[in-house]
């Protein structure tokens, strides 16, 4: 028998433009704690441009290779109002359409953007786990190591299991890098 998690429903939201290991260990904290995790990949409409090289579909791929089924993935498109209160309804809106209810608890990487995001929920009390940084990367420097082919540097701050995607997401950085037109926030 499986001993109950201290949250039965936890969610994750990110663009995951390009994955590397700071966002594994926000995921591997949700699964430690969460008895259900839902990681929602923020700008899934968007792709092939400088800041969203990669498709919802391909960044859904590389969160399964890590996570199968301890996780449930889910597209969260942009509705263009930035990371305010307006936000957070939209987020929970999603999260009830695909769960049936409210998370009990978010947890993320702490940034100011994300404080108030269930500021203006009514009804719902969301725990937020804030996970300081364990590494110094970004997803702007990861890209950067695609477009200097520079593998060794990329390898460090990636998951062996994603080691032979790096040919096929470089390509996808390359075409995309010089396209800096966003519909993004």
Known sequence: MTQKKAFSLGVTV??????????????????????????????????????????????????????????????????????????????????????GRAPELLVSGKEARRVDWFDSARGVNVAELYLPKIIDI?????????????????KKYTNPKLWDEYESLRAEVLVSKDNHFTASL
């Open 138 to 154: 970004s997803a702007t420097k990861m890209r950067e190591f695609f477009i200097t082919d520079n593998f060794e540097e990329w």
């Open 14 to 99: 990110g663009r995951f433009q390009t994955f590397h290991t700071g966002h594994e260990y926000m995921i591997d904290k949700a699964i430690q704690i969460c008895d259900t995790v839902g990681v929602f990949v923020g700008s899934s409409q968007e792709s092939g441009t400088e800041k969203n090289p990669f498709s919802y579909e391909t960044r859904e791929r590389l969160l399964k290779k890590l996570f199968g089924d301890r996780i449930a993935v889910y597209p969260l498109p942009d509705i263009g109002v930035g990371n305010n209160s307006s936000w957070g309804d939209y987020v929970l809106k999603n999260i009830r359409e695909r769960f």
